[in-house]
């Protein structure tokens, strides 16, 4: 299976920041890279798909990069409703699409 | 619009067996794989499996191949996860989520289930 790595886990950071999330493939997976948001007792849900396609109705503030093994979420100018777990995951090949272990992000 | 509705909440004991459910609707149910995503207290998402409803197709992860079932009812547009004997290790959340795309590879889940939360306890 590919191993999907995420940092740092956890992350402060206030109203108006700007945040980068990393993730990290085991092996090259081309641009094949999705990223979730998951707040507290809710279903995650998509936000980018594809390294950097934004899926429809997410606010531009969201932003994904990379291809190959490294990976990066940002958040431009981070809101109150951006206060949320984020996954990365996979999707090249064959099943299992792996998820990263997920980055906490918290109010400072 | 598109949901996936799951079935409720379960208390069992180690042993019992056990079947949850997903059903969908607005689209077109056997067009798409479904899968199912575990989620242990206070930990990260697991992919467990897909299956295409269409024709059963199924694939499991590793991880899981053996430890669940996945199957599927086109006839009512429902997905089920099953056990045959329950563990107190398999108490999580578990989600279920239609599998999308445009290309090979290109492929994501959405929308998904509210969750079903699965607790197994002597």
């Known amino acids: 299976d590919i191993q999907m790595t995420q940092s740092p886990s956890s992350l402060s950071a206030s109203v108006g920041d700007r945040v980068t999330i990393a993730c990290r493939a085991s092996q090259s997976i081309n641009n094949y890279l999705n990223w979730y948001q998951q707040k507290p007792g809710k279903a995650p849900k998509v936000l980018i798909y594809?390294?950097?396609s934004l899926q429809s109705g997410v606010p531009s503030r969201f932003s994904g990069s990379g291809s190959g093994t490294d990976f990066t979420l940002t958040i431009s100018s981070l809101q109150p409703e951006d206060f949320a777990t984020y996954y990365c995951?996979?999707?090249?090949?064959?099943?299992?699409?792996?998820f990263g272990q997920g980055t906490k992000l918290e109010i400072k | 619009e598109v949901q996936l509705v799951q079935s409720g909440a379960e208390v069992k004991k180690p042993g019992e067996s056990l079947k949850i459910s997903c059903k969908g609707s607005?689209?077109?149910?056997?067009?798409?794989?479904i899968g199912w995503v575990r989620q242990m207290p206070g930990k990260g998402l697991e992919w467990m499996g897909i299956?295409?409803?269409?024709?059963?197709?199924?694939r499991y992860s590793p991880s899981f191949q053996g430890q669940v079932t996945i199957s599927a009812d086109k006839s009512i547009s429902t997905v089920y996860l099953q056990w045959s004997s329950l563990k107190a290790s398999d108490t999580a959340m578990y989600y279920c989520?239609?599998?999308?795309?445009?290309?090979?590879?290109?492929?994501?889940?959405?929308?998904w289930g509210q969750g079903t939360l699965v607790t197994v306890s002597s």
């Open positions: 989520a239609r599998h999308v795309g445009y290309s090979y590879g290109y492929e994501w889940f959405d929308p």
């Open positions: 594809a390294a950097s």
């Open positions: 299956i295409y409803p269409g024709d059963s197709d199924t």
């Open positions: 995951q996979q999707s090249y090949s064959t099943p299992p699409y792996t």
């Open positions: 607005g689209y077109s149910f056997t067009s798409y794989w």
